[in-house]
């Protein structure tokens, strides 16, 4: 595959044409260290407020990303074995906090879409409710009488998902390797361990790494089924049933993967913006890509809801729509998510 140059704005916010690339990096990576540091004040605050904590962990959340991706795009800028080391035990420790307010998402966005199928019309139904897609023998109201049973699962199972999430969080909070972590972030709020190239001025180092990524996440989005995404609600692609299920969700990964790949390259672009505002168009997209992932793991919830042993056959049917719907939830976000990347100047440098 041809590589192309792939345009990347230039620094926008003070002389960075006179820093090095050390100072650049430095500056950012300080910056995200105190964010880091603020979110662990704010969650030892917080104490049993609720939203506290969770404004916290989001704090955190973020700021680990933000720094490990500042860490792999711009590695070569720093002391390889200290960057790959920060960068997994950071990544350890946003997808730790993570899993807690994954699930009540998730929660929330399935009954929701339950309450919305099994009161929709006849007229106005989603095109998965239709006589046709009902079980043999199955009467007009079956989603409606399967559907309280099946919020009632999903609340049980997701529930007890969050409850084990929430202690595996407080247990990573308090333990040593957590400690360990937050000592290497307070260290990083004031000093950064730098390679030889980070001496050399960011305009003439900074720009390769950062195209590195960019050309990654080309690759990955020339490898999608674009073309398939550019029709809304693709009934070919939709996952009818629950017997294909796995096969859906496998398809899943590689748009999974570019969703990684953005958001690495949104964050390195923060950094080459000294701080400043990358392409606004990269944020529409991973929001895109954040609605697949959500539907998609939705879906892949409702499935494993229907798989529990001796549900009643309503209560199958109804997970079995809604498993449809949020399958249809993940057609419309490939599609918004080729909308605006076809408008993008990076989607013109593809092959």
Do not use: K
Not at 45 to 55: H, M, N, P, R
Not at 108 to 126: E, K, Q
Not at 154 to 177: E, F, V
Not at 185 to 212: R, T
């Amino acid at each position: 595959m041809q590589h192309h140059e792939v345009d990347i704005d230039p620094f926008v916010a003070g002389d960075t044409d006179r820093l090095t690339a050390g100072e650049v990096l430095s500056g950012y990576l300080h910056a995200r260290a105190g964010d880091f540091l603020r979110g662990l004040r704010m969650y030892g605050e917080s104490g049993s407020d609720t939203a506290a904590a969770e404004a916290a962990a989001r704090t955190l959340r973020g700021a680990a990303r933000r720094i490990g991706g500042g860490l792999h795009t711009y590695r070569p800028l720093l002391d390889p074995a200290w960057a790959d080391q920060l960068r997994t035990e950071l990544g350890w420790l946003s997808g730790t906090l993570a899993q807690e307010h994954a699930c009540t998402s998730r929660l929330h966005r399935l009954l929701g879409a339950l309450a919305r199928l099994s009161g929709a019309t006849a007229a106005s139904a989603a095109p998965v409710s239709r006589s046709e897609d009902r079980p043999e023998g199955a009467p007009p109201g079956t989603l409606t009488v399967g559907a309280s049973r099946a919020g009632a699962l999903l609340d049980r199972q997701l529930t007890l998902a969050r409850t084990r999430a929430h202690s595996a969080a407080l247990q990573a909070l308090g333990s040593s390797r957590f400690h360990a972590v937050a000592d290497a972030v307070a260290v990083l709020a004031s000093e950064v361990p730098l390679g030889p190239l980070a001496a050399a001025p960011a305009v003439e180092v900074m720009a390769e790494p950062g195209e590195l990524t960019a050309r990654q996440l080309l690759d990955a989005v020339a490898a999608l089924p674009l073309a398939r995404a550019a029709h809304p609600y693709n009934a070919e692609a939709l996952v009818h049933g629950l017997a294909t299920a796995s096969e859906g969700e496998a398809q899943d990964a590689p748009w999974h993967q570019v969703r990684q790949l953005l958001r690495l390259h949104r964050y390195g672009q923060e950094v080459w913006c000294a701080g400043g505002a990358p392409d606004p168009m990269l944020l529409g997209a991973g929001q895109a890509l954040d609605r697949h992932r959500d539907a998609a793991e939705a879906a892949a919830a409702a499935a494993n809801a229907a798989r529990t042993p001796r549900i009643a056959p309503a209560t199958a049917y109804a997970l079995g729509v809604l498993h449809a719907d949020q399958r249809l939830e993940v057609e419309a976000a490939r599609f918004a998510f080729q909308q605006v990347w076809q408008q993008m100047p990076m989607a013109a440098s593809a092959p």
